[in-house]
């Protein structure tokens, strides 16, 4: 009877993986169609930002699901079997659950430039322990727990200023002016403009950064096309 029960049991577990398996990869067909056949406006990017975050935390959170399945297959041996692993591979554990925190910060992605006082360089790729950033001494490799204990900034993105801030007036919606700036070949949509409300009504405040070569006047002449006001500071807008 109990060889029964843990064959069952293992089934259970294999079934359990075979699940988890086939809806991530559904997860990645869904992200794919987003990013390839949907129109490209503010409300797609966003559902596209929501799949990419369920995909994140998706992968942690079938791994416990699986862990608490093997541990109830039999509960003493395969709990200290899991503590000893987890004793010896707490570094990797640890820069991994790392990684998941800082990859949830819109800042940090390939080609943003990250810096700190040990280290600066362009991201080029975020690994699953760690990153691998360009600087002028080649590639190098920086796990998630160094980043984390030394600390970083942001400094800006490739082909990007430092973001700038201008008040619009519009009677649109924030999303319909975020819509309208979704192609525009003057803005970075690497580093995708915001739009926030003012104290005064159909005043916002215009986060954005410039490709090279443009500047705050295109975009500016821009707007007037569109009807909508713009200056500096919030308290001269007519």
Do not use: C
Request: glycine fraction near 4%.
């Amino acid at each position: 009877m109990e060889t029964i029960e843990n064959i069952h049991t293992w089934k259970g577990f294999l079934a359990l993986l075979i699940l988890l398996i086939a809806f991530y990869w559904l997860l990645k067909v869904l992200v794919y169609a987003t990013e390839r056949f949907i129109k490209k406006n503010v409300t797609n990017r966003k559902i596209l930002n929501r799949l990419n975050k369920i995909v994140l935390f998706f992968k942690p959170f079938s791994v416990v699901l699986l862990l608490l399945d093997f541990i109830s297959i039999n509960p003493v041996n395969h709990g200290i079997f899991l503590i000893v692993i987890g004793v010896f591979g707490f570094k990797h554990i640890n820069n991994y659950v790392n990684g998941i925190v800082l990859k949830v910060n819109p800042l940090i992605k390939e080609r943003a430039i990250i810096e700190s006082n040990t280290f600066q360089g362009e991201i080029k790729q975020m690994l699953p322990f760690g990153l691998v950033i360009n600087n002028e001494a080649g590639e190098r490799y920086i796990n998630y727990s160094k980043i984390e204990q030394k600390g970083f900034s942001i400094k800006s993105n490739e082909h990007s200023l430092l973001r700038q801030t201008l008040y619009i007036k519009s009677q649109l919606s924030k999303d319909a002016i975020l819509d309208m700036l979704f192609d525009n070949p003057i803005l970075n949509n690497q580093d995708f403009p915001t739009v926030e409300s003012s104290d005064q009504d159909q005043v916002f405040k215009l986060k954005y950064s410039l490709e090279n070569g443009a500047s705050s006047e295109d975009l500016v002449a821009f707007l007037k096309e569109k009807n909508i006001t713009t200056n500096k500071t919030l308290n001269t807008i007519n």
